[in-house]
């Protein structure tokens, strides 16, 4: 699979890790270091994508908005944000808007 049929931006998620990263387009994701652990990416979508150490991707099911805001909530908690019950959006492009305003270059 390529990474043309990724809508970007997208998340990676780090299981077993409540941190997030955000690739905002297939230039980020060809430079990205594939990590030894497991990893998923989520793309605009919500599509979920297995990348492998060649960064090939295997599609693997569809995330809901909601599993997406529990992963942003999650990685809030992580970098210091207090009332992360709160932070809501009505679609998967404004729940990574959020994660965009979260994430640390």
Same mark, same amino acid.
């Given at each position: 699979?390529? #990474?043309? #049929? ?38 605009? #979508? ?15 099911g569809q995330a809901t908005l909601s599993e ?15 009332? #992360? ?6 679609s998967i492009p404004e729940a990574f808007a ?8």
């Open positions: 699979m390529t #990474t043309s #049929t990724i809508h970007w931006p997208a998340l990676i998620q780090y299981l077993g890790d409540a941190e997030l990263a955000l690739l905002n387009n297939a230039e980020a994701f060809a430079t990205w270091p594939v990590p030894s652990t497991a990893t998923r990416l989520i793309d605009a #979508t919500g599509q979920i994508f297995i990348p492998g150490p060649d960064k090939h991707l295997t599609a693997n997406i805001l529990t992963l942003i909530r999650q990685h809030a908690l992580l970098e210091g944000i207090c009332c #992360t019950s709160k932070l809501g959006a009505a959020i994660l965009a305003s979260l994430v640390k270059d």
